[in-house]
């Protein structure tokens, strides 16, 4: 046996060591950094002995092996050119303690490379630099957890100002004047007024997306809604701005003002800075050439500005740039690797990285501070401000930036120079033919897209939504022939109340004829010897409802078939009182009930019953509604008997088991039978806990010493009794000047002889024992009751509110949303109102001493509440979620207040001991914290929102 148990334990922990050293391994691994060479090519493709140095010279922060860069030369000598990028690497290196390395992949084989990455489940989280076109795709994919801007890149004339003048070419006009005064008195070697690069590469969208906003089109891709409900995504690119900017083009190259070289950008820029063409639309990496080969007082020489407008009401240009993002195809089940992928891209975000790498490539900087320092850089940030980005849809990428696309528009720009190289030799017909074959390509480019996009699909969906659309004809046939049903319904109720109706005016109480002495007669059915006729039966089996107005005559039947159904359901619930029944209040009916009464039509009898009792008798507050429900009154029908010889159906009180009951403890009390009195009342309040006469007959039996007032029945019945006095008084004030027409003597008699009898028996009865008291010195800021009302006018029943406490609880609503910006409103809303109800209804986790006493406690229990909400927290063993949210706030708050003392970023061990002296946080809870923080901060988190929170309350 001792042998099998080792066997076991060796077995396991083998196991252990098996799992558990792939994941060591895994920790252990470098973080990988995928990125697209930036930095400028050596000028000739190197040999292999040049990429083996290049290589092993790097092997610390290079993860490629020559043969890689052998295989491709035109990226091995984009990869030779690479620099900054491990001078950085180095930089992260020795700040982290965290080695890492970087993987280069040429930008046309980047997405179908991060794609296909993505798609396995199991590799671990990764840095990717991508273009920020095609971030809504991975986004889709949820693969992408964390993202921050790595540089902009925006599209300039830029221009030679020894020929042009930037005034002269602000709009269209002006510089098609410019074009042409160059043309016709060309300076030395100047080939061409302007020139556009026509090589197969991504610049073949971006220069046409440069004309295509500039002729007026707000976006190259409409998201507008069909028919305001319907999602519809469609190029609109071929209308009539398309072809505004087409035109232009094609004047352009007419008159022979522009080349149309297939040479890529960088020769392009080159052949700029040579004089060859005195102005070019490229980015700004023209500053860095620029630099290079004219020194330093280039900016003398050359100017930028932005692309003239064509039809636009005022010029723009296309914006957009790089991303350094952490692509996690675990979707956070790696959370080490996403920690340390999170950091590498924070580094290269830090103002340092940023103003030493995007130097280096001659980009322009994400950060504002580091964007300053760049050369032109007010006509940058204007073009920043009315430059306009490409659509964030998931389908850019892949539909619009695809080769088919690529293609069209490759068509575009090689019909467009073919127009401008036989300008001199094409006739008038051949040029009009070559314009048309020019707009077709634009349109062609146009059709691809949508067969893509929402008009492609609709073409799949249109059989199906065609049977929705017959599906919901068939359903709104369907609900008018219901309605018309219900009306008729709802006529046949009528013909039902005006029967009941008419069986009220019948039964009216009749003086009982004097007795001859004798028995009854043989035929009459057994009753209850208590004054008072006629009597009435309900015949369950039979469904039938008879009356008999004298001793003497035999019973009479009224009504019968459906029609009972809904009468005895009405006396079934004034019996048992309306606080037992409340939800007739609220419209809902028992869900039994025979078809062939609307429940609506229902619910407005019962309604306008509740106003009768509540306008004309002004009982409606002591009838058992709201707050009021202790000292509840029950209704009672005098002077008519109700027996049943069936039982009753469903789960609602028994008539005749109440009635039973009550006459037989009436009936030993008087022959004082006392254990008999007093078993017979228990049996009683176990049906009708509110019973009147059960306790009041209780109470008298506790008088008398026949009942141990320390029994649970008698001590409810004395605190019936207790409750029942302020509602009887304030009702006996509420009758007294009542009209005999409203309120008839009788039933002022009862409600007197009641309140006599409470009069006599209370004074006799123990003192009620005080409830559980309130803290001394608090009081909450809004009641339970009040706070009930929130409930109900957060959940749209505005009448539930006064004027004054609508505008506080918008203020508190506006205070949460204001600091949890970056979630959707209508969540913080949603869980705003469920920390109201939890307020008013959750007695045991809110008991009154708890609930907030100030404004302010209530708005930040409030945003702690709903910070949980939105941002997912649970409870675990170490703290509750709501905790954690509190601690999150601290957190943010002294963050915020410290950085705006101290008017500079702060570093984690700032922050600590600002939280250690507020606190007493320790440092392992704080590195905590911090780690927790790095998946709950949003990426659109403002601190300003912040810096008015008090990190104390709450």
């Not at 850089?377 to 696309?405: D, F």
Request: glycine content about 6%; overall charge neutral; hydrophobic content about 40%.
């Amino acid at each position: 046996m001792n042998a099998v148990l080792k066997l076991i334990v060796v077995t396991m922990i083998l196991a252990w060591f098996c799992s558990a050293a792939p994941a060591q391994t895994a920790a252990d691994e470098p973080l990988m950094l995928i990125r697209m060479p930036d930095e400028a090519a050596v000028v000739n493709q190197p040999p292999d002995a040049d990429i083996a140095r290049f290589v092993a010279s790097r092997e610390t922060y290079l993860h490629m092996a020559p043969q890689d860069l052998m295989r491709d030369r035109e990226l091995a000598r984009n990869v030779l050119g690479q620099s900054q990028i491990f001078d950085e690497l180095s930089q992260f290196q020795a700040q982290h303690n965290m080695a890492v390395k970087v993987k280069f992949i040429s930008w046309s084989d980047a997405f179908r490379f991060f794609a296909d990455y993505v798609s396995d489940p199991s590799n671990p989280p990764i840095v990717a630099q991508l273009g920020d076109t095609w971030a809504a795709y991975f986004r889709s994919l949820g693969v992408m957890p964390y993202e921050q801007r790595q540089a902009w890149d925006v599209r300039l004339l830029w221009y030679w100002k020894d020929m042009v003048n930037a005034e002269e070419i602000a709009d269209g006009d002006g510089f098609v004047a410019a074009c042409q005064r160059l043309h016709e008195a060309p300076p030395p070697e100047l080939v061409a007024p302007f020139i556009i690069s026509t090589a197969p590469d991504w610049n073949l969208l971006h220069d046409l997306s440069v004309w295509l906003y500039n002729a007026g089109l707000p976006s190259l891709i409409s998201s507008e809604k069909k028919l305001g409900v319907l999602p519809w995504k469609e190029a609109r690119f071929a209308g009539p701005e398309g072809e505004r900017a087409a035109q232009f083009l094609i004047n352009l190259a007419k008159r022979g003002y522009v080349a149309l070289p297939e040479q890529p950008s960088d020769q392009i820029v080159e052949s700029f800075l040579a004089r060859k063409y005195a102005m070019v639309i490229v980015g700004p990496w023209v500053a860095r050439a620029a630099g290079k080969r004219l020194g330093s007082d280039w900016e003398s020489r050359i100017g930028a500005t932005l692309p003239p407008k064509i039809g636009a009401n005022v010029a723009t240009t296309i914006k957009g740039g790089s991303l350094f993002v952490v692509l996690d195809p675990s979707h956070g089940k790696n959370l080490t690797g996403l920690i340390r992928a999170r950091r590498l891209v924070e580094f290269f975000g830090s103002i340092e990285s940023q103003r030493r790498y995007t130097h280096a490539l001659g980009a322009l900087p994400a950060n504002q501070h580091v964007l300053m320092e760049t050369p032109y850089s007010g006509v940058i940030k204007t073009a920043l401000e009315r430059g306009k980005t490409y659509p964030e849809i998931p389908e850019w990428a892949p539909v619009v930036e695809n080769l088919a696309t690529r293609d069209n528009l490759y068509a575009f720009w090689k019909r467009l120079s073919a127009l401008a190289d036989t300008r001199s030799v094409a006739g008038q017909a051949e040029q009009a033919t070559r314009e048309k074959l020019i707009l077709a390509a634009l349109h062609s480019a146009e059709v691809d897209i949508n067969k893509e996009l929402s008009p492609g699909k609709l073409s799949v969906l249109w059989p199906w939504l065609l049977a929705l659309i017959l599906l919901l004809t068939a359903g709104v046939f369907a609900f008018v022939w219901s309605q018309r049903v219900e009306r008729k319904r709802i006529a046949e109720l009528r013909q039902a109340r005006d029967l009941l109706a008419t069986l009220q005016r019948g039964m009216a109480p009749l003086p009982e004829p004097p007795h001859a002495g004798g028995r009854a007669a043989s035929h009459d059915p057994l009753t209850l010897d208590i004054k008072g006729y006629p009597a009435l039966y309900l015949n369950t089996a039979r469904r039938k409802v008879l009356v008999k107005k004298t001793r003497s005559e035999p019973p009479e039947e009224v009504i019968h078939g459906a029609e009972y159904d809904l009468f005895r359901h009405i006396i079934e619930c004034l019996q048992v009182g309306w606080y037992e029944t409340h939800w007739i209040w609220s419209y809902s009916i028992w869900p039994e009930a025979h078809p062939k009464f609307p429940k609506e039509a229902f619910a407005i009898h019962c309604t306008k019953l509740r106003k009768e009792i509540e306008s004309v008798w002004r009982l409606g507050k002591i009838l058992g509604r709201g707050s009021y429900h202790g000292g509840a009154i029950p209704i009672e029908v005098r002077d008519v008997h109700f027996y049943t010889d069936a039982q009753s159906e469903g789960g609602g009180h028994s008539i005749w088991s109440l009635f039973h009951a009550s006459e037989q403890s009436l009936k030993a009390y008087k022959a004082k039978q006392w254990e008999d009195a007093r078993h017979h009342v228990e049996q009683l309040l176990q049906i009708d806990v509110e019973n009147w006469p059960g306790n009041i007959l209780l109470c008298q039996l506790a008088i008398q010493n026949h009942a141990d007032k320390d029994d649970p029945f008698v001590r409810n019945a004395i605190a019936f009794a207790h409750k029942q006095r302020a509602p009887y008084e304030h009702a006996v004030e509420m009758v007294a000047n009542l009209p005999e027409e409203k309120v008839s003597q009788e039933q002022k008699d009862r409600l007197h002889s009641r309140l006599a009898s409470l009069l006599q028996i209370i004074p006799k009865l123990p003192p009620l024992q005080p409830g559980p008291q309130r803290r001394a010195g608090r009081t909450p800021w809004r009641t339970r009751d009040q706070l009930t009302d929130w409930s109900s006018y957060l959940s749209g029943k505005e009448q539930a509110l006064a004027g004054e406490e609508i505008r506080v609880a918008q203020e508190v609503k506006r205070f949460v949303i204001q600091r949890l910006h970056w979630a959707s409103p209508g969540e913080v809303k949603d869980h705003f109102r469920e920390f109201v109800q939890d307020l008013a209804l959750d007695e045991s986790r809110w008991p009154d001493e708890r609930l907030p006493s100030s404004e302010k406690a209530f708005k930040y229990r409030a945003l702690d509440y709903v910070l949980a909400g939105i941002q997912h927290l649970s409870d675990d063993d170490e703290s509750k979620a709501v905790t954690k949210a509190q601690n999150l706030r601290k957190l943010w708050s002294t963050r915020t207040q410290l950085s705006k003392r101290l008017e500079r970023e702060l570093t984690d061990d700032e922050v600590y001991q600002e939280c250690r002296l507020r606190y007493r946080w320790s440092r392992s809870g704080f590195d905590h914290l911090l780690e927790f923080e790095n998946f709950c901060h949003p990426q659109p988190f403002d601190d300003s929102h912040w810096k008015n929170v008090d990190p104390e309350k709450g």
